[in-house]
Structure formats: C-alpha cells, structure tokens
C-alpha cells in the first residue's frame, strides 16, 4: 500500500518537468539567432513505481507509477550533417581563395584606364607605321621611343602587379596558419572541459555547440577529418596523409616558415608550412580549404594547376616574343646618322634590352635610351643625305610582329590572346566553382536547419504544452490537499 | 518536415541577394552599354572582342596610312601634269621653231624661254610635299635633281646621260612603301630617275640640246628631230601619269574595302559585346518585379508567428 503522500511526490515530479520544460524553451527562443546554437530537447522518462525492484513479495496490485524523472537536456544534431558540411566547407573555402586571386588577376589584364596592354601593344606598332612612312622625322623617332617605353613600363607594371598579388598570398598563407592554430588551440580547450563537464553524466550541449563551431570554421582552413571517442573527445587531423592535430594528449600546432624561394629565385621568402612533426607539409597533407588555395594559387605554373606565376610565366614568354623578333629585326637595319650619335649609321644595334628578359625586367637598349636616331629604321646604311628616307625596316618589323604564318614565333597578338583567354576561362571555371560549392552548402545548411534550428511557433506551442501541464500538476496538489485534508480534518468527528 | 525561423529569414535573404545581383549586372550593362564587363562574364566573346578591337585599332592605323598615301598621289598627279604642260609649251615651241624661218634675235628668246621652262621643270622634278622630296626615291631630305654646268644629277648618279641601266635600276628600286593593311605592302607612287630617264635623251637634256640648237652652240641634227623627242618625253609623262591614276583607284578601293569590313567587324562586335537596350531593359524590370515580390512576399511572411494569435 502506497502512502498517503506518495500522489503529492507525483504531482511534484511532474511539476519538476514542466519547469525544467519551460526553461528549455525559454532558452531555445532566447537563442534563436545565436550562430552555431544547436536546439535542445527535454528528454524524460517515467518512473517506476517504488520498490517494485527486486522481490515482488509484499507488493500490491496495481502500483502506480512514481512519476517523471528528467533523464537530460539532448541536443538535436544530425552527425552526418556535419560531416556533409565540413568537406562542402573545405571546397569552398579553397575555390573562394582562387577566385578572390583570379578576380585580381583579371583587374590586372582588364584595365579599365587606357592601359590595356592590347591597346599599348597598338599603339607601339601604329608609331612603327608612322616610323616607316616618316623615317627622317625625330618627332616621330620620340614618338616610337615613347611608345615602346609605355609599352615597357605596363609589361613591367603587369609583371610587378601580379608579383604583389603573389606576395600578398605568401602572407596570407602565414595569416592561416594562424587561424588554424589558434581553432587547434581552442578545440584542444573544448575538449577538456567537456570531459570535465560531461564526467557525472551531464551534457555540455553550449561547449559542443561552440566546439562544433570551431570545427566548421577550421575545415573552411584546412581538410580535416575527426572522430569523437565515448568521453566526448574530438580527434582532428588533417590532409589525406591523417596527420594529427589535436587529440587527447592535447594540441599538435602547425607553423610557418621562410624556407622557401620565391618565383624569381631569392632564398627564404617564401613560406613554407611545417606539420607538428617538423616536415615541410605538401598540398597532399593540406587536403584542401583556404591554405590549400592560397599554395595553389601562390604556386600554380601549369595548365593542371593555374595560379599567379602561370601567368607570370605567360606574359614572360610574350616579353621574349616581342623582344626576340624586334631585335632579330632591328639589328638588320641601320641607324639615322646624328649628332647624338656620332653621324654614324650602323646595324647590328638592339631595339630593347637583350639581357634578362622577363616582363619584369623589359626595357629598352641602352642604344636607344642614349639617342632616338638608333632606331634603325633604314634597310640600307645612310650615307650622306640618300636613304634618310628609307623605312623598309620598320615595315619589316611590323610584318614580322604581325604577320600570322610566322613559324619561329607565333603572332604577337595570339600570344596575348592566348594569356586572356586563359585568364577569362579560368576566373569563370572558378567563379562558377563557387557557385556550385554555395549551392551545395546552402543546401546542408537547410537541412542543417531543419533538424537543428530554432522554430519559434514550434517553442510557443511546447510552452502552452509545459504551462498546461504545470497547471495540471499544480491542480493536482490542490486535489490531493482536499483529499488529505478531508482525511486529517474532519475524520471521526461524526455526530460532533 | 520542420521550417525553421533560420531557414526562412536565410531563404529570403539569399533570394533577395540572388535578385539584386542580376538587377546590378543589367544596371551596369545599362550604363556602360556593355555586354561582357569582365573578362570571365563571357570567355569566348571578350576574346572574340579584344580581336576585333585589336583589328579595328590597326585599320586605324590603316586609315592614316591610306590618307597619307592619297594625299601622296594626288601630289605626285599634280606635279605630273605641270610636267606635261611644260613638255608640251617645249614642243610647241619645237614646232613653231621649226616651220618659220627664224631669225637669230627670235631664236634667242625661244631660247630664253626655254631655259625658263627647263629650270621649271627640273623644280617639279623637285617637288616637296610635307617637306620631303617626292620624287627622290628614299632620298626625302636633300635636293634629289640638281643641275651643273649643263649637267643633271640624280642622288648618287652625278651625270643622268652617263648614267648606267645599273645605277638607275638601283635608285629606282627605291619607292617609298607603306602598309595599307595585314597583307597589302604598297609602292606610293614613282621615282624621279624613271620620270627623267637616262642617257642622251633624258627630258633635261632634250631641253638641253634643244636650247643648245637654239643658240647656235650646236649645229648638229635638225629642229624636227625635238619635236620627236619632246612628245616622247610627253609620253613617257603620261605613263607614269597613268601609273599613279592606276595606284590612286587601287588605293580608293582598298579604302572602300577598308570601310565595308570596318562596317561588319563594328557589327559582330556589337553583337559579341553589345547589348540590345530594349531587351535588357525588359529583363531588368521582369527583374524587379520579382524583386518586390519576394520583398513583399517575405516581409508578409518573416512577421508572423503563432505569437500573434495567442492571447
């Protein structure tokens, strides 16, 4: 036989619940913009009815059960989600780098100023027509020098730009490596105090819910895979070779050095990332995300993999090509006797300069920076007054910059043509990478919403159930207060 | 399925963003009457554009070219026939000579006359246009004819009637070129050495000679012999006459070709990197439209909550 109490230690179980129910949506819809917050569940379960463990002697029939018991307070979080999350998260953490780079890139070639190499590379060669229709004019003899000095100056400038884009990405690299450190640092905490937390059975749902964050923000840095042992320890490592970075003897940080040369060539500038082992990390032990990016893009010279020194590379070699054939040229014509150079007209004189050449270094010959009248625009060697009007081998030049079946070197436009069709073809395969990668994450961020978020109309309607059934637990303690007090109160006082 | 507050507001928001973006391209297109903004907008076409523009930029240099030709030509036409005119005065004056019976006073000034003409002729032959010699072959900054003592000289030939077949293929192999267009390497005009001639009777002598003839300092041939020779030299005048007409009608039709193919290339880049303004402006407000309904539908939406039925 239950006691004459045992209804009011019910009634207060169920109070007990609503309350703690009540809190619970009072703390889904004070979170119901906090980023990274994962929903939480009252988890209860009903009590058994005291002392019906054990023997079965001595117990009544129909026992009652003792209540409520509230179990915990779960988060509802899809696991799998997250996992889904965090490679779409790498992928587009690396592809929103390189379109970043490449959108840089594409400024550097579409020069919205009259500076587009296409128009300079123009009006160098329309001074070449002029040269070869007015040979004998020194005004029109500046005009090419300037020309060719403009045309210079932007390859230079093009060269340097994309240089500068490079730097900044080396720097980028060591600003990540940062970042990444720090999130190792701050999940190794995580994972400490949720052990600690988590220990007599509690749940550390906001410790999870800012590691979780933690996590998500680091795979958009770097691959990462993790796993969670049973005393809620998250295990990270990274890139496809599984190196570990955190895990339950603690924190294992990255570090960046200058150990590497950079594109032209000079010792320890650029850096190099170095895995808690102390080995130089490849792009395999990277896996992917923001770092990944940035060495790809800092690195790529080749069709398979296009970053900054491909096209470095690419207008290099269109530097070659222009001061290759004007030279070859040029040195076959003869100069205009002047006084600046000593009234003679010689061949074999260089247009631009031979050495070095790289859009880095293009600039003219000392020849022609010491005088105008050594542009050779003469086929023939000037004596006296005769031949001062000869341009032959200034339409030699334009024939041979220009013509389309020249087998040594190909057209001087089809190389430039070449660098921008790269340059549009690849910030538009990447832009549309970004695109896809935004669709993708969106797409696991509803369903991530879905399971996870907060819906107010949803907490409204827990809280009309939790406030009713409070009510009714709280009518129920009235009924059994009635109950007892009919029971204490006016017992055996019959015919008083 | 659950909707969450979250899943609504970042819905609409993304939405919102997703119109925006397209309204801003339009506007930009709009405003800068321009189809591919960046390289990556439309790979292909801006390709296809910077060729066009960089055809379109040489025609230019073209177009100067052509103009500085023609206006070459026209000199060169003109000084040719003031030639003419004068070889022809000289023939008349050849005839009229001959068929009187001149006394030596009116010889005399047939004679001056002549050396009149002589001296003018050797100055067309020395015709500047734009300060340069037209007709001095490569050489454009020194007098290319100049007359001593009875003899003429052209740039390196000192003496024209000595002159080689050599020597004068050398001097006039050199015609001043220019570029008209990719393919098109073009002789502007002629050379004074195939203008004058060489030998005995080239035009300076023939003047020469006649004169001579006049004053009585030579006796021999007879005055019906520079008659001929003057209407040869008129021929030959109007040969190269008709060769810079022939180069005049050339240089006109690559001009006309010039235009038509400028005409098209401004039209096929109209069509890669232009914009038809009428259909954009459509697709913008079709855009808009769409805008202010997810703005009106999503503010309708986003407001209400269980919330606001409750009591």
């Known amino acids: 036989m239950a006691t004459a109490f045992y209804g009011l230690h019910i009634a207060k179980t169920g109070l007990y619940a609503s309350q703690k129910g009540l809190e619970i949506v009072g703390n889904n819809i004070a979170n119901v913009n906090t980023e990274g917050y994962t929903r939480q569940q009252l988890n209860v379960s009903s009590l058994k ?13 129909a026992m009652v059960g003792a209540g409520v018991r509230v179990e915990s307070i779960k988060q509802c979080r899809d696991k799998y989600l997250d996992i889904q999350y965090r490679q779409g998260n790498s992928d587009m953490g690396e592809w929103q780098i390189k379109a970043d780079s ?8 579409n020069d919205t100023s009259n500076a587009e190499l296409e128009d300079v590379l123009g009006l160098f060669f329309s001074s070449l027509e002029e040269l070869s229709k007015s040979p004998e004019g020194a005004e029109i003899r500046t005009l090419v020098r300037q020309h060719a000095i403009v045309l210079t100056e932007t390859m230079n400038n093009y060269s340097n730009r994309l240089e500068r884009l490079q730097n900044e990405l080396n720097d980028n690299i060591s600003v990540v490596v940062g970042q990444i450190n720090s999130l190792i640092t701050s999940i190794h905490d995580f994972n400490n105090q949720i052990l600690k937390y988590e220990r007599n059975g509690d749940n550390a749902n906001e ?78 032990d990277i896996g992917g995300g923001a770092l990944k990016g940035y060495f790809d893009m800092r690195d790529g010279d080749n069709l398979a993999n296009i970053g900054v020194p491909y096209f470095i590379k690419k207008l290099d070699d269109l530097t070659a090509a222009i001061v290759e054939t004007v030279n070859e040229v040029h040195n076959q014509g003869y100069t205009y006797p002047s006084s600046e150079n000593g009234e003679i007209s010689k061949n074999g004189v260089d247009f631009f300069n031979p050495e070095n050449i790289s859009a880095k270094t293009m600039s003219l010959s000392n020849e022609l920076i010491e005088s105008i009248f050594n542009i050779a625009a003469s086929s023939v060697e000037i004596t006296g007054d005769f031949h001062k009007g000869n341009g032959q081998n200034a339409l030699k030049m334009l024939d041979i910059l220009e013509k389309e079946d020249i087998a040594v070197i190909s057209n001087i436009h089809q190389h430039l043509k070449s660098i921008i069709s790269d340059i549009a073809v690849q910030t538009s395969y990447s832009n549309g990478r970004v695109d896809n990668e935004n669709i993708l994450l ?32 709280a009518r129920l303690i009235t009924a059994i207060d009635e109950q007892l007090d009919t029971l204490i109160n006016r017992m055996g006082i019959v015919g008083r | ?99 009187g019976t001149y006394s030596q006073e009116q010889r005399d000034s047939i004679s001056q006359e002549v050396k009149e003409l002589q001296s003018h002729f050797v100055n067309l032959a020395n015709t500047k246009f734009m300060g340069k010699y037209i007709f001095g072959g490569f050489n454009t900054t020194a007098t290319p004819f100049s007359v001593n003592d009875g003899k003429i000289s052209y740039n390196s030939i000192d003496d024209l009637s000595s002159a080689t077949k050599t020597e004068a293929a050398a001097e006039a192999n050199q015609i001043r070129q220019c570029r008209l267009s990719d393919s098109i390497t073009f002789d502007v005009g002629i050379n004074g050495v195939q203008i004058m001639g060489i030998g005995a009777d080239n035009i ?5 000679s006649f004169n001579d003839f006049l004053t009585g300092d030579n006796t021999s041939g007879n005055l019906s012999e520079f008659t001929d020779k003057f209407s040869a030299a008129q021929d030959s005048i109007m040969t190269h006459l008709a060769d810079v007409g022939g180069k005049q009608i050339r240089v006109d039709l690559i001009t006309q070709q010039h235009q038509s193919a400028e005409l098209n290339l401004y039209d096929t880049l109209n069509k890669v990197a232009g914009i038809d303004k009428t ?22 939406i986003i407001q209400l909550s269980l919330v606001d039925f409750l009591r």
């Open chain 1, 49 to 61: 009815p005291p002392g019906a463990s054990g023997t079965l002697l001595g117990i009544e029939k």
């Open chain 1, 442 to 473: 969106s797409s696991i961020s509803y369903k991530k919403s879905c399971v996870s978020g907060v819906s107010t109309d949803e907490e409204i309607t827990n809280m009309v159930m939790f406030q009713k059934a409070y009510s009714a637990s």
């Open chain 1, 207 to 284: 410790l999870r819910d800012k590691r979780n964050t933690a996590l998500d923000n680091l795979s958009n840095l770097i691959g990462i895979s993790y796993s969670e042992n049973s005393a809620g320890v998250v295990t990270v490592t990274i890139g496809e070779n599984n190196v570990c970075v955190v895990d339950e003897s603690g924190e294992h940080s990255l570090s960046a050095e200058k150990i590497m040369p950079d594109y032209f060539g000079n010792s320890d500038s650029f850096y190099a990332v170095l895995l808690p082992t102390g080995a130089v990390a490849q792009i395999s």
């Open chain 1, 102 to 109: 490449l959108f840089t890139v594409e400024d550097v070639f």
């Open chain 2, 279 to 300: 259909e954009v402006i459509t697709q913008y407000e079709m855009t808009k439209n769409a805008y202010n309904a997810a703005l009106q539908v999503g503010a309708r």
């Open chain 2, 204 to 208: 300076f002598n023939v003047f020469q």
């Open chain 2, 1 to 99: 399925m659950r909707v969450t507050d979250s899943m609504l507001t970042s819905g609409l928001m993304s939405n919102l963003y997703a119109n925006l973006k397209t309204m801003s391209k339009y506007q930009n297109q709009i405003i800068t009457e321009r189809k591919i903004l960046r390289l990556s907008d439309d790979p292909i076409g801006a390709v296809k554009a910077m060729q066009i523009d960089a055809i379109l930029n040489a025609n230019e240099q073209y177009d100067k070219n052509i103009s500085d030709a023609t206006a070459w030509l026209d000199q060169m036409n003109t000084a040719l026939m003031d030639m003419n005119e004068v070889v022809m005065r000289a023939k008349d004056l050849a005839v009229q000579a001959a068929s």
